[in-house]
């Protein structure tokens, strides 16, 4: 017995997948496959899944880079709720002697637990979320964005995102709607927006006005609940919300 691990073991059971995604069938069919797996002290999920790879079945696919919580790529479906495994310790998560692991929803499967992340990241691009520069700013000099002003405030309450997917496999719009442009590109949308730097914030909200945008975000914050860097979402969409009818207001006068 390892030094490091008490007499108990835990039963795990992990998603395989039987095929790739498909253009017709994102997630397709599979079957639980269970472990035993001895349990450690301050063991995390993403350590249970390490564990069996390399003492049980070198064929299981999943993915991850850091294990600090910085890269975002090691998120799965854990108890049936999307989480990083690489800062979810299993003390946290389990209770009794079961765990289950499975790929995170609303992408395609790759294979058993690593997804295609290309369709999450493409909603970033689709919603317009890079920094614009302003051009008739003098580029050499630094912009006098005051770190108290109530945009950059704004703005910096949202900006620590590690893209990890999470809020999108936990929100059900990104499930019923394929256009969906998801939490968190719009998350990222409303920091651009914020961003006293920024060339046309408007150009930003126009982006994300619409019915694949934050009309479609149903609030009921699935997303603000599970971010593991503890973001709300919710929240920066109801702000895209409220500007984008200002901005619609202004129009028309
Ligand atoms: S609050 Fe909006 S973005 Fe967040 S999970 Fe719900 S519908 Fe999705
Ligand atoms: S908003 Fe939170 S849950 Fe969503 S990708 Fe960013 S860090 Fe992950
Ligand atoms: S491995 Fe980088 S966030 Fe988990």
């Not at 949308?189 to 730097?197: A, F, G, K, M, S």
Request: charge should be neutral.
């Amino acid at each position: 017995m390892d030094n490091n691990s008490d007499q108990r073991e835990l039963t795990v059971h992990i998603w395989r997948s039987e095929a790739s995604a498909s253009d017709d069938d994102l997630q397709p069919d599979g079957a639980w496959q269970t472990w035993e797996v001895p349990v450690r002290n301050s063991q995390t999920v993403l350590d249970v899944v390490t564990w069996i790879q390399r003492h049980r079945d070198p064929d299981l696919s999943y993915r991850y880079a850091c294990r600090v919580g910085m890269c975002g790529t090691c998120a799965m479906t854990v108890q049936g709720k999307p989480r990083w495994t690489c800062r979810t310790r299993i003390g946290t998560v389990v209770d009794g002697n079961e765990l289950t692991i499975a790929p995170l929803r609303n992408l395609p499967i790759i294979k058993d637990l690593a997804t295609d992340m290309a369709p999450f990241f493409d909603k970033w691009a689709e919603a317009g979320a890079q920094f614009v520069p302003d051009r008739n700013v003098d580029q050499q000099t630094m912009a006098p964005v005051k770190p108290d002003s109530r945009a950059r405030r704004t703005a910096d309450v949202a900006i620590e995102c590690i893209g990890c997917a999470v809020c999108y496999a936990a929100c059900d719009t990104v499930a019923w709607r394929a256009d969906y442009l998801g939490p968190a590109a719009l998350n990222r949308v409303w920091t651009l927006v914020n961003d006293e730097r920024e060339a046309s914030p408007k150009e930003h909200l126009k982006a994300v006005a619409g019915e694949s945008g934050c009309l479609s975000c149903h609030s009921h914050q699935s997303c603000a609940e599970l971010c593991p860097k503890h973001l709300n979402p919710t929240a920066s969409i109801a702000g895209l919300k409220r500007k984008s009818f200002l901005l619609a207001l202004a129009g028309r006068s």
